[in-house]
């Protein structure tokens, strides 16, 4: 019979198993480094450990979905949320589960009426208060059915930043700059930042801090971004080297945003993950994106992304060129929600399972 239950550090083992079997071994190995940083240090955890929602037949974990802790506040307080994030479903295993769990025809079975995941969503240690993005087609459809709601606005927004990168790989480092000097014109608008943006190398400080219980309060809700946190998540990582942008006031910061580069098979690509400013002031939003666009165009980046988590995040990243990623189908992919309240939610790329 299919047990679904909560998981333990104990099925580390088996879920990295699975992961090198249903995508590659180096998915698993990647998953295997970040262990410790993602279970034991986050500072968002209640405890250190693994946190998520297994399927186990004859002592095998056939599909598994983990639990990440969200750092909700919601009109300054904090609520118990989570992120739904790397579903995995060896279907091989999961076939035969499935037929050998209807012949028996076990009273005791857990309902799997509505597949598997669904099942992990409804399992009481995925928490009272959820979150999802970047899901698959099927799975969206799935967290839909049982009740996920889409957060208007919400969704990966991308724009094109330079070709050179491209065009120096195929013309050569010189010519492909000169080239690609005359094809980015081309690109369309690259605003400059109106205020002055800076540079910030170091770890996140107090000032981090201050800004912070500024913005949990004006919010009306909004996911944890402290110094401790900020430093966990973008300082301390062990694979990605973040790159950061501050807007100064006197002594105190007006804001600031955090992106990234990496190769996504031959491609140069850009993320911004995390941008954060006083609630209204989009003065200050705008500086800070515009900022971290003409870096990524300095760097030679050919595209890139972030997520808006409702319409005036949206607009702001359209006012800075982006569009809207579509689905094959050209539909948006929004921001899942459930058993949290309607209300404006903020929340970034580098939140969940992002960045």
Same mark, same amino acid.
């Given at each position: 019979? @299919?047990?679904?239950?909560?998981?333990?550090?104990?099925?580390?083992?088996?879920?990295?198993?699975?992961?090198?079997?249903? &995508?590659?071994?180096? *998915?698993?190995?990647?998953?295997?480094?970040?262990?410790?940083?993602?279970?034991?240090?986050?500072?968002?955890?209640?405890?250190?450990?693994?946190?998520?929602? %297994?399927?186990?037949?004859?002592?095998?974990?056939?599909?598994?979905?983990?639990?990440?802790?969200? =750092?909700?506040?919601?009109?300054?307080?904090? $609520?118990?949320?989570?992120? =739904?994030?790397?579903?995995?479903?060896?279907? /091989?295993?999961?076939?035969?589960?499935?037929?050998?769990?209807?012949?028996?025809?076990?009273?005791?079975?857990?309902?799997? #009426?509505?597949? @598997?995941?669904?099942?992990?969503?409804?399992?009481?240690?995925?928490?009272?208060?959820?979150?999802?993005?970047?899901?698959?087609?099927?799975?969206?459809?799935?967290? $839909?059915?049982?009740?996920?709601?889409?957060?208007?606005? #919400?969704? %990966?927004?991308?724009?094109?930043?330079?070709?050179?990168?491209?065009?120096?790989?195929?013309?050569?480092?010189?010519?492909?700059?000169?080239?690609?000097?005359?094809? !980015?014109?081309?690109? /369309?608008?690259?605003?400059?930042?109106?205020?002055?943006?800076?540079?910030?190398?170091? !770890?996140?400080?107090?000032?981090?801090?201050?800004?912070?219980?500024?913005?949990?309060?004006?919010?009306?809700?909004?996911?944890?971004? !402290?110094?401790?946190?900020?430093?966990?998540? &973008?300082?301390?990582?062990?694979?990605?080297?973040?790159?950061?942008?501050?807007? *100064?006031?006197?002594? *105190?910061?007006? =804001? &600031? %945003?955090?992106?990234?580069?990496?190769?996504?098979?031959?491609?140069?690509?850009?993320?911004?993950?995390?941008?954060?400013?006083?609630? !209204?002031?989009?003065?200050?939003?705008?500086?800070?994106?515009? /900022?971290?666009?003409?870096?990524?165009?300095?760097?030679? %980046?050919?595209?890139?992304?972030?997520?808006?988590?409702?319409?005036?995040?949206?607009?702001?990243?359209?006012?800075? =060129?982006?569009?809207?990623?579509?689905?094959? +189908?050209?539909?948006?992919?929004?921001?899942?929600?459930?058993?949290?309240?309607?209300?404006?939610?903020?929340?970034?790329?580098?939140?969940? +399972? /992002?960045?």
């Amino acid at each position: 019979m @299919i047990e679904i239950r909560p998981a333990t550090d104990s099925d580390k083992n088996q879920i990295l198993e699975r992961m090198a079997e249903v &995508y590659n071994p180096a *998915e698993a190995e990647r998953a295997k480094r970040r262990w410790d940083w993602q279970w034991r240090d986050d500072p968002r955890l209640e405890k250190p450990g693994y946190q998520g929602v %297994v399927a186990e037949w004859r002592g095998r974990i056939i599909a598994n979905m983990s639990c990440l802790p969200a =750092g909700l506040y919601i009109n300054g307080q904090p $609520v118990k949320a989570q992120w =739904g994030v790397d579903a995995l479903v060896h279907w /091989g295993m999961t076939r035969q589960a499935i037929r050998e769990q209807r012949r028996s025809g076990s009273a005791k079975a857990p309902d799997l #009426s509505e597949g @598997i995941a669904a099942a992990f969503l409804n399992h009481p240690a995925f928490g009272p208060g959820q979150f999802g993005k970047n899901f698959s087609d099927s799975m969206r459809t799935i967290a $839909v059915r049982i009740g996920c709601k889409p957060k208007p606005g #919400s969704g %990966v927004w991308m724009r094109r930043v330079s070709y050179r990168h491209r065009l120096q790989r195929t013309l050569g480092r010189p010519l492909g700059a000169l080239v690609a000097a005359g094809a !980015d014109l081309a690109i /369309g608008r690259m605003p400059r930042p109106t205020l002055p943006v800076a540079v910030f190398d170091g !770890d996140f400080d107090a000032r981090f801090d201050r800004l912070w219980e500024r913005a949990r309060t004006e919010y009306p809700a909004i996911t944890r971004r !402290d110094a401790a946190l900020l430093n966990w998540r &973008y300082r301390r990582h062990p694979d990605i080297s973040y790159r950061v942008l501050i807007l *100064e006031r006197g002594v *105190e910061l007006r =804001g &600031y %945003v955090i992106f990234s580069t990496f190769f996504h098979r031959d491609r140069f690509r850009g993320k911004i993950v995390d941008l954060l400013t006083a609630l !209204d002031d989009s003065e200050a939003a705008d500086a800070l994106l515009a /900022g971290a666009l003409r870096q990524l165009r300095t760097l030679g %980046v050919e595209r890139a992304e972030s997520f808006a988590s409702g319409p005036e995040e949206a607009a702001a990243f359209a006012r800075h =060129g982006f569009e809207p990623r579509l689905n094959k +189908d050209g539909k948006e992919l929004p921001m899942l929600t459930r058993f949290l309240p309607d209300i404006r939610i903020y929340a970034t790329e580098g939140d969940g +399972d /992002g960045g």
